[in-house]
Nanobody, 115 residues
Framework: QVQLVESGGGLVQPGGSLTLSCAAAGSIFSMSGMGWYRRGPGAERELVASVTNGGSKNYADSVKGRFTISRGVAKNTVYLQMNSLKPEDTAVYSC?????????WGQGTQVTVSS
């Protein structure tokens, strides 16, 4: 059974940085894609960033130039480097990985940007 384990959330002041990590435990296959999603207070879940195993990256317009998604050296790991954080980035961030038609989701990690 595949489980995604996330870490790195927390409280940060506006303008600060955080790095989120996600690793898939229990998978012997390489995922074809990985991504980060978030759901802010009273909002719908939205894609933040994604990366395919071919290296193609996609970012939400609201985070371009501030966030960077990267694949780890270890198989099925992904990071989200978040810089210049704003209060509107406050949300629960969830990791998603997929292999063909199969999706896997992490439990989510809270990121709060506040002074």
């Amino acid at each position: 059974q595949v489980q995604l384990v996330e870490s790195g959330g927390g409280l940060v002041q506006p303008g600060g940085s955080l790095t989120l990590s996600c690793a898939a435990a229990g998978s012997i296959f390489s995922m074809s894609g990985m991504g980060w999603y978030r759901r802010g207070p009273g909002a719908e879940r939205e894609l933040v960033a994604s990366v395919t195993n071919g290296g193609s990256k996609n970012y939400a317009d609201s985070v371009k130039g501030r966030f960077t998604i990267s694949r780890g050296v270890a198989k099925n790991t992904v990071y989200l480097q978040m810089n210049s954080l704003k209060p509107e980035d406050t949300a629960v961030y969830s990791c998603r990985m997929w292999n063909g038609a199969t999706n896997y989701w992490g439990q989510g990690t809270q990121v709060t940007v506040s002074s």
